[in-house]
Structure formats: structure tokens, C-alpha cells
């Protein structure tokens, strides 16, 4: 059974910075890509950053590009979203999800790509 637990939320002052974590188990994600997501009040689930677990190839929506950085470990079976310089705008619930097996050199970004997800972890940016 695929679990992902993400972990890392909380509150933080605008210009501060937080670390997501999303623990990955019960099966080999490989050929998954990894990505994060997320969901502000009275608005659609929305793209956020997405990486190939082989390979490393990222894939970030504009808003968050020289902000945010995706990145993974086999070992550990983990994907982190580090997010610096947050903006009251990046308020929200964040999601981990895993698509795949895909077995393109191809970073997913559309929700309906993805064939798991985690319950979420909510991101409160005060201004």
C-alpha cells in the first residue's frame, strides 16, 4: 500500500522560510515523478514543483521559480520542498503526490497525472 506522509507546515512571518517533507513508502518509485501541489481557501488544487525520482529533472510553476527547490532522496525515500522568500500568496494546503511508472524523461505536472497523494500539510505566510 503507497503512502505519503508529508510533514514540515506551519506558520512563518513573509520572507521566512520553510522545509516540506513527504515520505514516500510501499512500493519502488523509480520511474515515478514526485511532485507538490497545493490548494489555497476558495481556490482549485494548483501545480507547484515536480521532480523525477531517476534522474533529477525538476519542473516548477512561474510563481514559485527561484523560490522553491524540489529535491529527493533514494535512500531515504523522501521528497522535500524547500521554500524561501514566502509570500502571504503562498498560503496554503500543500500536497505530495507520486505519478508514474512513466518511463519518459518527462516531469508531470498535471493533477490527473498523478496516481497518489498525501493528506496534506497546511502553510500559513502572515504578512
Known amino acids: 500500500q503507497v503512502q505519503l506522509v508529508e510533514s514540515g507546515g506551519g506558520l512563518v512571518q513573509a520572507g521566512g522560510s520553510l522545509r516540506l517533507s513527504c515520505a514516500a513508502s510501499?512500493?519502488?518509485?523509480?520511474?515515478?515523478?514526485m511532485g507538490w501541489f497545493r490548494q489555497a481557501p476558495g481556490k482549485e488544487r494548483e501545480f507547484v514543483a515536480a521532480?523525477?525520482?531517476?534522474?533529477?529533472?525538476?519542473y516548477y510553476t512561474d510563481s514559485v521559480k527561484g523560490r522553491f527547490t524540489i529535491s529527493r532522496d533514494a535512500a531515504k525515500n523522501t521528497v522535500w520542498l524547500q521554500m524561501n522568500s514566502l509570500k502571504p500568496e503562498d498560503t496554503a494546503v500543500y500536497y505530495c503526490?507520486?505519478?508514474?511508472?512513466?518511463?519518459?524523461?518527462?516531469?508531470?505536472?498535471?493533477?490527473?497525472?498523478?496516481?497518489?497523494w498525501g493528506q496534506g500539510t497546511q502553510v500559513t505566510v502572515s504578512s
Open positions: 503526490a507520486a505519478g508514474g511508472p512513466d518511463y519518459r524523461d518527462y516531469v508531470r505536472s498535471l493533477q490527473n497525472e498523478y496516481n497518489y
Open positions: 521532480v523525477r525520482w531517476s534522474g533529477g529533472s525538476t
Open positions: 510501499g512500493r519502488t518509485f523509480n520511474r515515478y515523478c
